[in-house]
């Protein structure tokens, strides 16, 4: 996909009627109900929709800023670096990749995993490089992904790959002109100690953490943690009837993905008109997400959960799978509904699907919940 595809003009996407103002926030006064922008200027406020979503901390690696885009260290965790990813893979004549994960909270948990399968396809494509290629996945977690059934085909799919995994690895150095990284190696026992690995491609996902404007106002449910302190079902904040928050700056106790923010909004919006009206709410939000790990150029498994932490699916299929027809999804579906449904507010709950749900019911079937379940083994493929 070309880098141009990815972008729009903001003017392009904000639904008709909003007014537009560019000014970045400085300080919230949620108790007189007003927002302070970086000008000067108080915008004060009847409701306040907080979704300031989450800030990447290139600095918090040491060595980090200075070797990003050079020396074969890079990250697709920004436009500029994602380009030079992309050059980093093509010109790779072998040796050991390094691919990281840190251990706070990461926009699209199965994005440093995603990239690095991506170019084990691609080593392997050419002739040579595949077999004298070394690809390390090091995470500072203790497993590849907080759902058991997700976690355990994602570990499949890494010894398919021959793609080494190293648990408990917390990138917290880089010397890029050396070529090396240094991780903070976390035992069984708690007991830590530093490992240095050599490198001819590093990857880096960088660590992450709630925006500091809100991490340092009363917003937040502890300056520590950061994200806006609202109740998980109703995305409302836990102390200001007026404030509300969607995506990856609330405190939701679940993955920091765009199919969660596609889940939280109809709610958030309901509940916003039902406190303006003064109602209760009764709009509530089940912890939905999902992540579209992509395997190959391809396959997705789309991983569907919600606060249960099972998998569920959509599409009355097993997610636990990888399939050409999610990558279908992800490639040209997901990025039509994103520029044209849902930026625009225009109502999208089971889009795709609708025209089906009539023939769902006639056979009786609900959405896909029970790993392995009997009742539901015809539907597997």
Avoid at 272 to 279: K, R, Y
Avoid at 286 to 305: K, Q, R
Avoid at 364 to 381: I, K, T, V, Y
């Amino acid at each position: 996909m070309p880098a141009r595809e990815t972008r729009r003009a903001e003017r392009e996407v904000v639904p008709h009627g909003v007014e537009l103002i560019h000014g970045e926030v400085a300080q919230f006064d949620p108790d007189q109900q007003a927002v302070l922008l970086i000008n000067g200027e108080r915008v004060t406020y009847d409701i306040l929709i907080v979704a300031l979503g989450i800030e990447i901390n290139w600095s918090a690696v040491d060595g980090l800023v200075e070797s990003l885009g050079h020396h074969g260290v890079t990250s697709i965790y920004s436009r500029h670096t994602a380009i030079y990813t992309r050059q980093c893979l093509r010109d790779f004549k072998g040796g050991n990749a390094i691919f990281t994960q840190p251990g706070t909270a990461i926009k699209c948990g199965g994005a440093p995993q995603k990239i690095m399968h991506l170019a084990r396809q691609q080593f392997d494509a050419r002739s040579g490089v595949g077999v004298h290629s070394s690809l390390v996945f090091c995470t500072a977690q203790s497993s590849l992904f907080p759902v058991d059934a997700y976690n355990a085909k994602m570990v499949e799919i890494s010894e398919r790959h021959h793609c080494k995994v190293r648990y408990r690895h917390n990138l917290i150095a880089v010397d890029g002109p050396g070529r090396q990284a240094t991780f903070r190696v976390t035992g069984p026992d708690g007991e830590q100690g530093l490992e240095h690995l050599p490198f001819d491609l590093l990857h880096v996902v960088p660590p992450m953490s709630a925006p500091r404007v809100v991490a340092s106002s009363s917003l937040a449910r502890t300056a520590a943690e950061g994200w806006v302190d609202v109740d998980s079902r109703t995305g409302r904040h836990c102390r200001y009837d007026t404030v509300f928050a969607v995506g990856d700056v609330g405190s939701f106790p679940t993955a920091k993905t765009g199919a969660a923010v596609r889940k939280q909004a109809p709610v958030v919006a309901k509940n916003v008109v039902a406190t303006l009206q003064g109602q209760d709410l009764s709009s509530t939000y089940d912890g939905y997400t999902a992540c579209p790990l992509i395997t190959s150029n391809h396959s997705v498994m789309l991983m569907e959960f919600d606060y249960s932490y099972k998998p569920v699916s959509s599409f009355f299929v097993n997610p636990v799978k990888e399939r050409w027809s999610m990558w279908l999804l992800e490639r040209f579906g997901f990025p039509w509904i994103y520029w044209n449904r849902m930026l625009k507010g225009y109502p999208h709950e089971g889009f795709l699907l609708r025209p089906f749900r009539p023939l769902a019911r006639f056979l009786g079937l609900q959405r896909w919940q029970a790993l392995n379940s009997p009742s539901h083994e015809s539907l597997e493929d």
